[in-house]
């Protein structure tokens, strides 16, 4: 099974910012739509952006207003950008691409925000 590959785990205090960073080996075609995800401890796995090559960017409400995804195409590699961060923010945020019927995951990055 093939991994995205994720950089960028950080601590950080509240109002800080992070960009965490997802490359898709060469491997793999280039996907339309990449997602973030993030799961806090004893919560379920909840997306929190989305973005295609040819649509607007969406969010989860809770990070709306903070949070940008974005792709550099050629770098085969998208960023979550996640700025004014609260504790709540806490998680292991997972990158995903889907190619075909396989869902293709990143290892995780864990982001922890103190207050």
């Known amino acids: 099974q093939v991994t995205l590959v994720e950089s960028g785990v950080g601590l950080v205090q509240a109002a800080g910012s992070l960009r965490p960073s997802c490359a898709v080996p060469?491997?793999?075609?280039?996907?339309?739509?990449m997602r973030w995800y993030r799961q806090a401890p004893g919560n379920q796995r909840e997306m929190v952006a989305v973005?295609?090559?040819?649509?607007?960017?969406d969010y989860a409400n809770s990070v709306k207003g903070r949070f940008v995804i974005s792709r550099d195409f050629a770098k085969r590699t998208q960023y979550l950008q996640m700025n004014s961060l609260k504790p709540e923010d806490t998680a292991v945020y997972y990158c995903?691409?889907?190619?075909?019927?396989?869902?293709?995951w990143g290892q995780g990055t864990q982001v922890t925000v103190s207050s």
């Open positions: 995903m691409i889907k190619i075909g019927l396989t869902n293709y």
């Open positions: 060469s491997i793999l075609l280039s996907p339309h739509v």
């Open positions: 973005v295609a090559d040819t649509g607007v960017p």
